[in-house]
């Protein structure tokens, strides 16, 4: 990232741009997609002094899983915090039906991965309850 100091080694495999898909992902889970990236590395940087971090997302038939690892200074999961950068992804996550894990230890870097349900632009709402229940 520019004038952070991080080194970002990003790897996406999106189905519409491989032309596995014949329409883009909806803009809010496009949205959330991007804001949780931004999230995790502003977090890498800003309070775990982070050098280098990895961003892989990849997309299936049923979902987008994003992973971000670091190599900071890492933090206790459980430890109470003034910020609202993990809250924030928790609640876009949660809006979205998905799930997010965050594993962190101090001194052993941070990994933050989400992984939100599908869903197209164009899909009718039966579309949507139907990939929801199956």
Known sequence: ????????????????????APTRLTAELEAAVYRIVQEALTNATK??????????ILEDDRCVRIVVRDDGAGFEPG????????LGMRERVELLDGTLDVESAPGEGTTVAAVLPVHRRGESDATVREIRSA
């Open 79 to 86: 430890a109470r915090t003034d910020g609202f950068g993990l």
């Open 1 to 20: 990232m520019r004038g952070t100091g991080l080194d970002v080694d990003l790897h996406a495999d999106l189905a519409y741009e491989h032309e596995r």
């Open 47 to 56: 309070h775990g002094g982070a050098t280098r971090a990895s961003v892989e």
